[in-house]
């Protein structure tokens, strides 16, 4: 075919399916635009089981890259830009699109499903879900294996990211940040409402002077997590995590949903209520709070780890099947794990880093920062964390409708 | 006019559809192609998602198809609050917009008439709010009514709210949200059957000893009609709809989630998209079912 189709996969498989029908006005009014539209749907379809083919790469010929990512999640400066990326671009001439549309793990896969399952480009070349989604991505054949001769940096990988039983060696997905939830409290309100300094356990959270002021994630391995390890089961364990464990969890919640405790369950816009003084504590990412800060001026907000500890997790780099653009992504990810650069985002987005090496870098940046824990935290630290046991089909598909159903107040 | 279309008056003669049949065939063709094609498609694929099965092998979100009737009984079930909810919040709406749209458009579309540049003025007033998207006003409205607002302290302080009691996330804050994004399609199809109002016959009726109330009862509510019920469709169909509002991130609580709110988890947390679709179709038939009986009732059955 020698016309320019169009880059879009979907749009492609959909003009080539038109033009092998020749839909010209004589056939349109002959009827045979039934057949075509069979054609058109047949392309939109999926087709099953077939494994999923990579998209044609065209980094070589097109400098450009599209990140989907969640907010506050890369540097920024003082004029909107972003450093980082235009130290990206002036390195190797790739220009990237930087996009904050990922608010949540379930919305964005909830969007990106179907085109995800068809091998279509979903709109981004590189973007970064939850482990445990990025593991979902990998079993269902959703993305593509990296070229480690394009990431030489990937040597510099925490080895305690490696032996996932989703990816062991690290071939499709690569993390980005990894995050830790806990309270975060807005200092001077807390204090006025209680009387006291900091939350310290989840009871403080139920206390009843915070009635409607209190905020969790939408992330339901961060809030049901958390009030896990409150009722002292151990979340990374098949034994202690069980149905009716959970189940319990989720009664607790709900609980203090529908009596009017916790007034909100949010994604990443969760920022928003702290910020305009609707929710006082809330269970929330440790690197937004530092940032809150940041654009506030002063520290407003505090952040602290339950005294039965918080969860930890990965947001994952990974490049779906459909994505045109898989070694400008890789060059990408090559780049944030050069120790210096890694640094320089970890300093500025304040999540704990994948990068080994950086730590090195930051004492040189700001000796203060290699001592904050949020960013690269001790054993000692680590040890009061816990990561959420990966889940099977069928049970997922209950925790999160159970957690759901909270939301929905039923 | 568009909201013309509910008027009582007798249709014209009709044309004879034997002499020119296939002239209408091929000018009707893209109209119909067009529903079929945008219209028709996706309800026969609707209706089909509603009954699939879970794949038995299958993983997070991964269906089949099948003929499973009992996802309705299912759904029904599960969700019969969030189904009460939204038709009530949409009929407490509507009856609000009527409220307060129908003295507005009376005094746009009569009072104002001998000054022609402020009816036009009022009537872009009232539209203007449309200038601006529907989130970021919504947003606004959570913005003004957010717990560390003046308003919701003052109302605090004078006792009309409880110290631990807010606005945002009540029941109240969604309909009045609604109400407010939803009152221009009231008041402007009101303005178009009130602005032709011969206040002739207004002059008439108090001739004959009607009271002023008796007038308005028997003379301008009547003729007003057709606006009426084109904009309480206008404004009912939607809003039952709507899940903007009622959503958490917007004016609502998990105690205000409405059937858009239970569609939008279901299609995209859950990923349960033969509930989500069964809801989706049971909310058409309800509105259909609504909107039928209600034209009916108000006379004008012959143009359905």
Request: net charge negative; hydrophobic share 45%.
């Amino acid at each position: 075919m020698n016309q320019n189709l169009p880059e879009d996969p979907q749009l492609r498989e959909m003009v080539k399916a038109a033009l092998a029908h020749k839909v010209t006005r004589r056939a349109v009014l002959g009827g045979a635009v039934a057949t075509s539209a069979a054609a058109l749907l047949a392309a939109c379809a999926p087709a099953e089981n077939s494994a999923l083919t990579p998209a044609t790469d065209v980094s070589d010929s097109d400098p450009s890259l599209i990140w989907s990512n969640w907010s506050l999640y890369v540097d920024v400066d003082d004029d909107g830009n972003y450093p980082t990326l235009e130290k990206f671009k002036s390195e190797t001439g790739i220009e990237v699109t930087y996009r904050e549309d990922f608010d949540d793990n379930d919305s964005y896969y909830g969007k990106v499903k179907d085109q995800l399952a068809l091998g279509q480009d979903i709109g981004a070349d590189i973007t970064c879900p939850t482990s445990w989604m990025a593991a979902r991505w990998i079993n269902q054949g959703f993305v593509q294996t990296f070229d480690d001769a394009n990431l030489p940096n990937k040597k510099n990988l925490q080895p305690a990211y490696l032996g996932e039983s989703y990816d062991p060696q690290r071939t499709k997905s690569l993390p980005y940040q990894g995050i830790l939830a806990g309270f975060a409290f807005d200092k001077e309100a807390y204090k006025s409402a209680t009387g006291k300094e900091a939350p310290a356990v989840l009871e403080d959270l139920w206390d009843p002077a915070l009635k409607g002021r209190i905020g969790v994630l939408s992330e339901m391995r961060d809030t049901v997590g958390i009030v896990l390890m409150d009722q002292g089961v151990s979340i990374g364990d098949a034994n202690s995590l069980t149905e009716d464990a959970f189940m319990n969890a989720i009664d607790i919640i709900g609980q203090k949903v529908s009596d009017g405790q916790i007034a909100r369950i949010k994604g990443n816009s969760y920022k928003d209520d702290l910020v305009n003084g609707d929710t006082i504590v809330a269970i929330a990412w440790s690197g937004d709070i530092i940032q809150l800060n940041a654009e506030a001026g002063y520290d407003r907000f505090g952040f602290v780890l339950p005294e039965s500890g918080g969860t930890i997790s990965a947001d994952c780099f990974v490049i779906p099947m459909g994505a045109t653009h898989k070694k400008n992504a890789e060059k990408l990810m090559n780049f944030y794990y050069d120790p210096y650069n890694a640094a320089v985002l970890a300093a500025y987005v304040n999540y704990i880093t994948p990068v080994v090496g950086a730590k090195e870098e930051a004492i040189k940046l700001d000796p203060a920062l290699a001592d904050n824990q949020l960013i690269f935290p001790s054993e000692e630290f680590l040890s009061l964390t816990q990561g959420f046991r990966a889940l099977d089909g069928a049970e997922e598909q209950a925790f999160t409708k159970a957690f759901q159903k909270i939301k929905l107040g039923a | 006019m568009a909201f013309t279309a509910f008027s009582s008056s007798k249709p014209k003669v009709g044309i004879k559809p034997g002499k020119t049949g296939k002239v209408v065939i091929v000018l009707l063709a893209p109209g119909l192609a067009y529903l079929g094609a945008f219209f028709l498609t996706p309800l026969i694929s609707l209706i089909m998602v509603s009954l699939q099965a879970p794949d038995p092998l299958g993983g997070f979100g991964e269906y089949v198809p099948a003929l499973q009737f009992s996802n309705y009984f299912v759904v029904i079930s599960e969700y019969f609050p969030h189904m009460m909810r939204s038709f009530g919040y949409a009929l407490a709406a509507t009856i609000l917009a009527l409220v307060i749209s129908y003295p507005l458009a009376y005094f746009i579309g009569v009072k104002a008439r001998p000054y022609p540049l402020l009816q036009k003025l009022m009537l872009t007033l009232v539209i203007a709010p449309f200038f601006i998207s529907f989130l970021l006003r919504t947003l606004a409205w959570k913005q003004i009514f957010s717990n560390e607002s003046w308003i919701v302290t003052t109302l605090q302080q004078i006792g009309f709210l409880d110290s631990d009691q807010y606005v945002v996330g009540t029941p109240f804050m969604v309909i009045f949200g609604l109400t407010y994004n939803f009152i221009p399609f009231m008041t402007l199809p009101l303005y178009t059957s009130l602005e032709r109002l011969d206040t002739r016959y207004l002059e008439a009726g108090s001739d004959l000893y009607a009271s002023p109330s008796k007038v308005f009862r028997k003379v301008t509510i009547p003729l007003s009609m057709p606006g009426i019920i084109s904009g309480t469709l206008l404004t009912f169909i939607p809003i039952a709809g709507d899940y903007i509002n009622a959503s958490g991130d917007f004016l609502g609580s998990s105690s205000t989630a409405m059937l858009g709110n239970v569609i939008e988890a279901n299609y995209l947390q859950i990923n349960d998209y033969p509930a989500a679709s069964a809801l989706s179709v049971l909310l058409m038939g309800a509105i259909l079912v609504l909107v039928a009986g209600y034209v009916k009732k108000s006379g004008t059955e012959d143009l359905l």
